[in-house]
């Protein structure tokens, strides 16, 4: 049984591994797991972005970016081109990857409903937005 902890950053991570598991279960059918398809969601809104944007947008280090992007490229879901730098690369969804977004989207909203209704839409909205607010005002940079 979970217990209430001293302190914020151990319950943080007590949270973030309920969810996560909330949404691997979810997911898990169509092969991509949850930080996979939280980068998919990420090209489709913003193409062309660099693994440093990418990493930024999602409050990720670059090395986990580089490994869950070199996933989706492996699954034939995202493209790399070389940027302005040669050590720049530039990520977009190719069409199989937009394509396993539109299947994956009805399991991702199952999650996020399975999410609000086990905390209440007014819980969760106010969770979502004390937790955008804690990583907005605490991220490096």
């Known amino acids: 049984k979970i217990r209430s902890l001293p302190c914020y950053c151990a319950t943080l991570r007590q949270a973030a591994r309920a969810v996560t598991a909330l949404y691997e279960e979810v997911l898990a059918e169509g092969g991509v797991h949850a930080t ?5 969601q990420v090209l489709e ?3 062309k972005l660099t693994t440093t944007e990418l990493a930024e947008a ?3 280090d670059q090395t986990t970016a580089t490994r869950t992007l070199a ?3 492996n699954n034939g879901l995202a493209v790399d081109t070389p940027g302005s730098d040669r050590r ?10 937009r394509a396993q977004l ?3 989207k009805p399991a991702w909203e199952a999650a996020q409903e399975a999410f609000e209704s086990r905390l209440g839409r007014a ?3 106010a969770l979502k937005k004390a937790a955008y607010l804690a990583a907005s005002k ?3 940079g």
């Open 58 to 60: 999602i409050g990720i």
């Open 138 to 140: 605490l991220a490096p």
């Open 123 to 125: 819980a969760a909205a």
């Open 88 to 97: 720049q690369r530039l990520w977009s969804l190719t069409p199989q990857g």
């Open 36 to 40: 996979q398809y939280t980068a998919l």
């Open 45 to 47: 809104s913003a193409s």
């Open 102 to 104: 539109r299947k994956l």
């Open 71 to 73: 996933l989706i490229k």
